[in-house]
DNA sequence: TATGAATGAGGGTTCATTCAT
DNA sequence: GATGAATGAACCCTCATTCAT
């Protein structure tokens, strides 16, 4: 009963990231993501009551679709593996991630996002508690410092990624780059 | 003769620096910045064709003093005193350097702003060239490999100025963190 | 055979009555009306064109049961004991007669809207009939002078029933100075 | 310096007056106050932060009018002369005090609308003043009973005011009709 | 030159109404 | 007959920009 929808969840968060990323978050409008599913404004009023409701549900989506993907390296293998693992999957959710970044300014009007930005909070802990433990795989085959902070040392890695790529390297150069920094910084592994 | 002007461009842009690292790019207006500098917006109108002209003509006056201040850093002394005191200067534009991000998000809309961002792309490499500098003095002194690109180098660098201060660590503290991190990685000095 | 329905007339119109009350006509919606029903709106819309075909047909509903309830007046009483009658009658369709009151403001965009109001003006004569008896037992009691109009009395007595009750009598009390006001008006009974 | 106003608060209360009564308060939008002063919305906005401000603004301004009027009736004359005046002047502000009316209706959002609301609560009581005098005057000339409230009666010559012209009498009729109604009731002067 | 006033385009939101199952 | 989904028009409001003094 009643008909059916014109657009999925789906594809309604894939024109959402598409959107935030090509316009920011305070650039999108629903008359945007309407128009890229060629359906009326209204028609996302239904389901989402404001454009802040939708945009932090946008961004718990997007969390957990992260979490899952760290959560799956492999905790099994040793630490430069498990590094490279990360940094590939981070990565691949560079953009993402800038998005993300974003949440912290949305203003919080409605109950609904006030709950959502508590649990996205609590997300993030789930977010680094994979990482927590491959920075501990490299504590404990002593290629870490003990006395060195996972959280600032996980800080620095979430910004190498981000680093733009003015020189036009292909993504596995890049990434072989940022290993290469992040493991051995500016002095390298080579020297001395 | 005529009417003295009742705000100077120094004003101004202290102005818009305060307004941009409070409300963003976007949440910044002519109502505020005519408010806060007690004029009317037509009389900013007077000046800058438009809110996009008047953007990118403050960045590059930033640009201008960033790249003053990075001049400032003395090239006789050895690799680590200027790696210091470049993360320091870099510390203290910290935020600016964050308002200049934005530069990317500014519609090219008109001729000017075209022109400005040429001419923006064109002080990058004077802001760059001090800094190369320093990373060549790592080479030379054998701390840092010949074959390593210095510009990818110093995107690691920027990214890393910017890391989220979680710990609330003391500036002091942040930056002494930064410095082991850029030197040395995550596998530190102290290890191998 | 057909599905039953979910709702009855009665129970639409209780509804009708209630939010009327509580948000006045502008304010009445029929996502309200199908939410305190629960039921789709697309279901009154089964039943009624439009959101005026609703409140029109609502008025007619509530202006039979005016009429039944004020032709119950018992017109062998004497002309004190009707109106006694009459006012508490009155006092106690007071809400719904103000809700009557909006039915000039239904804009007469469909023929029923058109229909229904015609109608609407022919029950008014209804309504006022029994009224109007009142009166005349006033005047052939010699209370009420021959030569004044019905109408413009009942008119008055309408308006008197509406008084806002600032100062927060009884609905005794409110009554019993309305009936002193409508026989004697200022002056009262007890001068002269 | 600066262009000139198109439009004066004088027209715009005009305007504004003529709107409230032909749709109501519900039914006024900015839009249609713009269409009739032949200025855009935006303009509007300039001076009245939000539809509310705007609304209630204006019923200030009629209850000061109001006000003005009610107090220049001569307190030296006789109780009758001052009811016949009083009773003029509440006819020829008889839409306005329809309007007025609605001001119960203005939800209270903004600070200003409540500062605004408690001021009209406070005109209230001046609009009152001089009618509470009326009615005393009537009661030092043993016209009215002391023990009756001047706010119950006074309520009630409010109401009687805005009875409905079925018959469609001239104003000086339907004044007289009032006067009579008002003075002594259904039972009227000349009997008993 | 500086200003107050005015404007049009566009964003967020609601609602009466229609359509397809 | 009942429903969930979709829609377009209209509303409130803001803002970048222009105009006339």
């Given at each position: 009963m009643g008909r059916e929808k014109k657009f999925s969840r789906e594809e309604l968060w894939d024109a959402t990231r598409e959107l935030v990323l090509e316009v920011g978050y305070t650039g999108f409008t629903f008359s945007l993501l309407a128009e890229r599913l060629d359906i009326s404004r209204a028609a996302i009023y239904k389901q989402f009551h404001n454009k802040e409701d939708l945009m932090i549900d946008y961004m718990v989506y997007e969390m957990e679709f992260s979490i899952a993907l760290l959560q799956?390296?492999?905790?099994?293998?040793d630490f430069e593996h498990q590094l490279d693992d990360l940094l590939n999957k981070m990565y691949s959710m560079k953009d993402v991630h800038q998005a993300l970044g974003?949440?912290?300014?949305?203003?919080?009007?409605?109950e609904h996002v006030i709950q959502q930005k508590q649990k996205l909070g609590g997300m993030h802990r789930d977010l680094y508690a994979p990482l927590v433990k491959v920075i501990d795989q490299g504590k404990s085959e002593g290629k870490?410092?003990?006395?060195?902070s996972a959280n600032m040392l996980l800080g620095f890695i979430f910004q190498t990624i981000d680093v733009p790529n003015f020189e036009r390297l292909t993504p596995e150069n890049l990434i072989q780059e940022m290993k290469e920094f992040i493991l051995y910084g500016l002095i390298g592994k080579n020297i001395e």
């Open positions: 799956s390296i492999d905790a099994n293998k974003l949440a912290t300014t949305i203003p919080s009007t409605t870490i410092a003990q006395h060195r």
